[in-house]
């Protein structure tokens, strides 16, 4: 029984540990949202490079976060507790709804930086 608990603890540090990243990448969108607003008012190069440099990395993070998800998704099924089924879920829709964003922000400084060229 006392293996079983830990087990839960951990799965449970584990889903801290996503939940954290996820805010951390938060961060980052909020950090290119507030870029693609300097980059719309003046066009600074530097500013679309490093928008491209967080956005890059944010995907990336993105990435890692999704697999560490599918194996805390597997432990979660391997649980086969009601409650974890709901923060399956939440596991599950977080990352695209981050890659989602990423994506649209990908398209935007994409037709920008086309539109110079």
């Not at 530097?46 to 993105?62: A, S």
Request: with cysteine; glycine share 4%.
């Amino acid at each position: 029984m006392e293996i079983k608990h830990s087990g839960c603890k951990e799965t449970f540090q584990k889903s801290e540990i996503f939940y954290e990243t996820c805010q951390r990448l938060d961060v980052n969108v909020i950090a290119l949202v507030k870029l693609q607003t300097a980059i719309q008012a003046s066009n600074n190069a530097r500013d679309v490079k490093t928008f491209r440099k967080i956005l890059l990395e944010t995907m990336l993070g993105v990435l890692y976060l999704t697999k560490f998800r599918d194996a805390l998704l597997d432990e979660l099924k391997q649980a086969n507790n009601g409650a974890y089924r709901c923060l399956a879920q939440s596991l599950h829709d977080r990352p695209k709804e981050l890659y989602s964003t990423l994506n649209g922000f990908k398209s935007w400084i994409d037709k920008l930086t086309a539109s110079q060229n």
